[in-house]
């Protein structure tokens, strides 16, 4: 496994495309409602980065057809804007969005509730976002993989829910995916030492039902057994002064999202 150290001169790079990501998806969020199609969302993205620097990171990659992916409900990664999918009262959506400037990556997913969501799914969002809470903290020099995914894991289990396993978290820099992968499940102790420079896309991907997953088509996935599945994401780099969030602001403390 090939992974790359990186020095602080290529964090704040890749800070640098992660505040574009931050500006992107904080817009998007507070923009969402009733009524509006994921294709809106998507249109929005594009006029948020219409002259910035840089490029989005998922249009064309791999063959990827937008800037955004919007997961609705079920849907737990890589959902496409479609102008024919309305968002209505009670659902939930995942967005996720990246960006490269000067050669360098930025990948965040944050899942915003429309409207009015049942106490049950508004419990889902919260354990997901602690979820990731709980593994940043654990990016830390000295821990191992398995720290970092036990911590999601045991969290996520203890409060009824499970991890996704056929999606994980991945190494970014002057790649989109890099080495290591990161997976949201785990043992203590396990797996590769954390060291610092090392950047990872933490990502727990939470299942309200069991942790199954189908493919709907060549790019979406969804729950196997149509229960609603929650997305949160940042950028994070392993440092001397602890886990450094790349894809929000540096006075921007609190929870990840």
């Not at 505040?19 to 993205?45: F, Q, Y």
């Not at 036990?150 to 499970?162: M, R, T």
């Amino acid at each position: 496994m090939a992974v790359h150290l990186r020095s602080a001169e290529e964090l704040d790079k890749i800070h640098r495309a992660g505040l574009i990501v931050w500006d992107v998806l904080t817009a998007l969020r507070k923009s969402v409602r009733p009524g509006m199609t994921t294709m809106d969302l998507e249109k929005m993205a594009g006029e948020q980065i219409a002259g910035k620097p840089g490029r989005p990171a998922f249009k064309g990659y791999r063959g990827y057809p937008c800037l955004l992916c919007t997961s609705l409900n079920s849907e737990i990664v890589h959902g496409i804007p479609s102008a024919k999918r309305k968002l209505r009262e009670g659902d939930i959506i995942s967005l996720d969005f990246g960006m490269e400037l000067d050669g360098y990556y930025a990948d965040s997913a944050v899942t915003v509730p429309v409207g009015q969501i049942s106490p049950e799914t508004r419990k889902l969002l919260e354990v997901t976002r602690e979820g990731l809470d709980r593994a940043i903290d654990k990016m830390r020099a000295g821990n191992r993989l398995g720290d970092v995914g036990h911590a999601v894991q045991s969290w996520v289990e203890e409060n009824g829910f499970s991890v996704v396993r056929e999606f994980v978290g991945h190494g970014i820099g002057t790649k989109m995916h890099d080495e290591p992968n990161l997976p949201n499940y785990g043992a203590p102790g396990q797996g590769a030492r954390l060291q610092e420079g090392m950047v990872i896309a933490v990502e727990p991907m939470v299942n309200a039902g069991r942790p199954d997953v189908r493919m709907r088509d060549e790019w979406t996935a969804e729950t196997a057994d149509g229960m609603p599945s929650a997305h949160f994401e940042h950028t994070v780099a392993v440092t001397s002064n602890g886990p450094r969030i790349l894809t929000r602001p540096g006075d921007v403390t609190g929870p990840a999202w």
